[in-house]
């Protein structure tokens, strides 16, 4: 099943990213303002594809959101420490089949400021929930020391404009890292 969904994700590729080699632009639109990103389909074709079908299929446009918040001030019993806004569709019988995993060793995008990457448990169990890293976050990476597996997550886009509220949104009050207050993803569109 995994070579057959590889072979329509890469079978998508010219159509995803056919503006002369420009990668896609998305919108994402939340209560506290909008966040627009590029999302590098050439670089990491499985996550980058698997997002935009996604975005195009309006995945998101129901029940998304930002739920929890990653600070340096509320993470007392982790040794590595991060610091991240994560989101996406966080609710129990997730029915998405998840994606295969790509390193930042295999794609060579790597978690800067701003950086989107998928969350997962596994690697291969990442689906449609992401985070947005605040600030630079090298344990993210391949053979960084957040995820004990050393595999790390998979970066797969980046934040052009919007910063200001993904750093607003990680600054709202939470309980063991997951908001009191989730913030409400109306939208994400493709904006390019």
């Not at 960084?144 to 597996?149: A, E, I, L, Y």
Request: charged share 20%.
């Amino acid at each position: 099943m995994k070579s057959v969904t590889l072979f329509v994700l890469f079978l998508a590729l010219p159509i995803i990213a056919s503006e002369a080699g420009n990668n896609p632009l998305v919108l994402i639109k939340t209560e506290f303002g909008d966040i627009e990103a590029e999302i590098f389909v050439t670089d990491v074709p499985i996550a980058g594809i698997n997002f935009i079908q996604h975005v195009e299929a309006g995945t998101y446009n129901t029940g998304a959101c930002f739920y929890r918040v990653v600070r340096m001030d509320n993470q007392p019993n982790n040794d590595i420490k991060i610091e991240v806004v994560q989101g996406g569709l966080y609710r129990s019988g997730n029915r998405i089949p998840p994606i295969v995993h790509e390193t930042t060793e295999m794609t060579g995008i790597k978690h800067t400021d701003g950086t989107l990457s998928m969350a997962r448990r596994e690697p291969g169990t990442a689906s449609t929930e992401f985070s947005i890293c605040i600030g630079d976050q090298p344990e993210l990476d391949y053979q960084g020391k957040r995820n004990p597996d050393g595999q790390g997550f998979t970066a797969f886009g980046k934040v052009t404009k919007g910063m200001d509220v993904a750093r607003k949104i990680q600054q709202q009050k939470d309980s063991s890292q997951y908001l009191i207050q989730k913030v409400a993803i109306y939208a994400i569109e493709r904006i390019r």
